[in-house]
């Protein structure tokens, strides 16, 4: 999923990452990760031929998109395709029986779209395993707690880890304790996630679970246990996926249900000493083949100009991946099915990306395959936030396109639409790899009050999803994508993401 890194900075600058390709991919740092990787910078004004002027919506066009909009919000096929998904894979993790399974579906499925060029495209990636896993608090109180290891975590020996907790308010808070008191403990980074409407809450949050293990482990803790990353106050945990830093030992990390944290926390709040037994089974089980599923609306006139929408066909093993990322793939097939008939311009290019959850592989194996094309990518989105309504577009397109990403905002007022700024931060994490082309984004942002409840939990099943609010966001994308694709002029390219301060 999408998120605004600007928040994870000061956790994250010290992780100053060497690698750029083994990190990518951690959804919710990669973002920040890869703002550090060198690109190249956008092509001067006066090089090659002269850029063409920047685009504006025509009536004629204008009144299409329009159509398009009012047309979805009557209903469309959005549900029946992320209900397919979920019903017939369900959950997809990658490299699983059940990933191969959700490659075969996306295949099907798009050529019954009547897309053009279906294919898969060969995308090699890390296969984890969850195994049996358990906590237990041994003391001063004993009692069993509910938890999830962090995808990618290593197991612990069959026999667990009993060690003596110490408990951290923060990432920063953990860095300036004393390694003499966290040597040989098991840390709890308990950090509560807030509810916010946008990706903030998230973004606050999440280097807890991405940096959390490596931080505690060069302090020389024996495992971390997190306060799960989500809204709810179920017992229930949420996964999601956490990243070893090079040269740091590999440590075991789960994150508790929201519940669980609060009663361990309330433990150390006695000022006994309190003891843990952690087990997990996870372990990675080497490479596997996946894909990235491709279909096409071709471009009527320029059809090497590619207009990419996407979303990622993976999942976490708990739920049944229905808000992450069923829905998007719905939203951006059902919204490219609709244009189809319109014969827009340029081609409307539909990714289905392999393993967004646990390292990018699909996005960053699309930006491989296709680094010769993507200077003739002029414009990218994805939707990855759940399935709530869209209520702003967000944009980073070149300053001389801004004009027409308000004209498109205009275009979805009247869904509640309002527009944001021109700094997003990637417009998807699988697109995140495309930002050295300075390939020119959009982004739907979608409402997350409630996503995070469910996100990465065995709570992100199929009745979370609102068909109403997906027709709302097909609405949204056909108008924009069509809009997009048919309008002639450049988008990009797309200026450097800058951090907020
Ligand atoms: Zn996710
Ligand atoms: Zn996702």
């Not at 699983?96 to 279906?118: I, P, Y």
């Not at 898969?120 to 296969?127: D, I, S």
């Not at 740091?248 to 037994?277: C, E, H, M, Y």
């Not at 071709?298 to 100009?305: A, C, D, L, M, S």
Request: aromatic share 4%; net charge negative.
């Amino acid at each position: 999923m999408p998120v605004s890194p600007s928040a994870m900075k000061r956790s994250l600058v010290s992780l100053a990452v060497a690698t750029v390709a083994g990190i990518a991919g951690i959804a919710g740092i990669s973002a920040m990760a890869l703002q550090s990787a060198p690109s190249s910078p956008p092509p001067a004004e006066n090089a090659g031929p002269a850029p063409s002027p920047p685009p504006s919506l025509t009536a004629e066009i204008r009144a299409r998109a329009a159509t398009l909009r009012d047309e979805a919000l009557r209903g469309t096929r959005a549900y029946e395709i992320a209900r397919s998904l979920v019903v017939e894979v369900g959950p997809r993790p990658a490299g699983s029986k059940a990933d191969a399974a959700a490659v075969e579906w996306a295949l099907r499925k798009m050529k019954e779209l009547g897309f053009a060029n279906v294919r898969a495209e060969k995308v090699t990636v890390p296969h984890w395993v969850r195994g049996q896993e358990s906590g237990r608090i041994l003391a001063p109180y004993p009692q069993p707690v509910v938890l999830a290891a962090l995808g990618g975590s290593v197991g612990t020996t069959d026999e667990g880890i009993e060690a003596e907790v110490i408990e951290a308010a923060s990432v920063e808070a953990l860095d300036a304790l004393d390694p003499a008191r966290v040597r040989g403990k098991i840390v709890f980074l308990n950090v509560r996630m807030e509810r916010t409407r946008d990706e903030k809450g998230y973004g606050d949050a999440v280097p807890a679970r991405s940096a959390g293990p490596s931080h505690a482990a060069r302090l020389g803790a024996v495992a971390v246990l997190i306060r799960s990353i989500g809204t709810d106050r179920d017992r229930v945990p949420h996964t999601g996926g956490t990243r070893y830093e090079e040269g740091v030992p590999r440590i075991p990390a789960a994150a508790l249900s929201n519940p669980d944290a609060d009663l361990l926390a309330a433990q150390v709040a006695s000022g006994k000493p309190v003891t843990f037994r952690l087990k997990l089974g996870s372990r990675l089980l080497g490479e596997a083949e996946s894909a990235n599923v491709i279909g096409e609306v071709r471009g009527r006139e320029r059809p090497e100009e590619i207009v990419l929408i996407a979303c990622h066909l993976d999942s976490w093993d708990l739920g049944t991946g229905a808000l992450d990322d069923a829905a998007g793939c719905g939203i951006v097939a059902e919204a490219a099915r609709r244009i189809a008939p319109l014969r827009p311009r340029r081609t409307i290019r539909v990714v289905f990306f392999a393993n967004e959850e646990f390292g990018l592989s699909g996005a960053r194996a699309y930006a491989e395959a296709h680094a010769g094309e993507l200077a003739k990518h002029v414009l990218a989105a994805e939707s990855d936030f759940g399935a709530g309504r869209v209520w702003r577009l967000r944009s980073r397109v070149a300053p001389a396109a801004l004009p027409f990403v308000g004209q498109l905002a205009e275009l979805l007022r009247p869904l509640g639409v309002e527009q944001g700024d021109n700094n997003e931060s990637s417009g998807g994490a699988d697109l995140i790899p495309l930002q050295p082309a300075h390939v020119p984004v959009l982004a739907f942002g979608q409402d997350a009050t409630h996503y995070f409840d469910w996100h990465h939990t065995a709570n992100d099943t199929l009745d979370k999803i609102d068909p109403k609010e997906l027709d709302q966001n097909v609405a949204a994308w056909a108008a924009v994508i069509y809009a997009a694709a048919e309008t002639p002029g450049t988008f990009g390219p797309a200026p450097d993401y800058v951090p907020e301060p």
